[in-house]
């Protein structure tokens, strides 16, 4: 039987990788178990550590590769895996003499995405 193109209702394919933004949505709530009290209050600590992390390492300072190391866990425990992988980078750099400034500043704008999705995730709700 031949194949008529015209007459299949294609679908588009749904991406390789899943994309939920700054923050994986599905990640969180396994980590919250399903709580949404306890998710909006993960995600206001984040974002105050993550500022606070942040404004810590602006000069990057002797101890900056420990500060990345504390925010790539943060990152990681609420599902802002581009934050944490941002982190890993800075606090790469750190400790092998790498291009630091670059990965800081991949941090800061990693970072401002999360805190921008976080923002909003906690005015919707």
């Given at each position: 039987m031949?194949?008529?193109?015209?007459?299949i209702?294609?679908?588009?394919?749904?991406?390789l990788?899943?994309?939920?933004?700054p923050?994986?949505i599905?990640?969180?709530?396994r980590m919250?178990?399903?709580?949404?009290?306890?998710?909006?209050?993960?995600?206001?600590?984040f974002?105050?550590?993550?500022?606070?992390?942040?404004?810590?390492?602006?000069?990057l300072?002797?101890?900056?590769?420990?500060?990345a190391?504390?925010?790539?866990?943060?990152?990681?425990?609420?599902?802002?895996?581009?934050?944490a992988?941002?982190?890993?980078?800075?606090?790469?750099a750190?400790?092998d003499?790498?291009e630091?400034?670059?990965?800081?500043?991949?941090?800061?704008?990693?970072?401002?995405?999360?805190?921008?999705?976080i923002?909003?995730?906690?005015?919707?709700s």
């Amino acid at each position: 039987m031949p194949l008529h193109p015209q007459r299949i209702n294609w679908m588009p394919s749904p991406p390789l990788v899943p994309d939920d933004g700054p923050i994986d949505i599905a990640h969180l709530r396994r980590m919250t178990l399903g709580d949404v009290g306890l998710e909006r209050e993960v995600l206001a600590m984040f974002a105050g550590q993550a500022a606070r992390l942040i404004e810590a390492l602006a000069g990057l300072p002797a101890g900056a590769a420990e500060l990345a190391h504390t925010l790539n866990g943060s990152a990681r425990a609420i599902g802002a895996f581009g934050v944490a992988d941002a982190s890993e980078a800075l606090e790469a750099a750190m400790r092998d003499g790498g291009e630091a400034s670059q990965a800081m500043a991949a941090l800061r704008h990693a970072v401002a995405q999360a805190r921008a999705a976080i923002d909003a995730m906690l005015r919707r709700s």
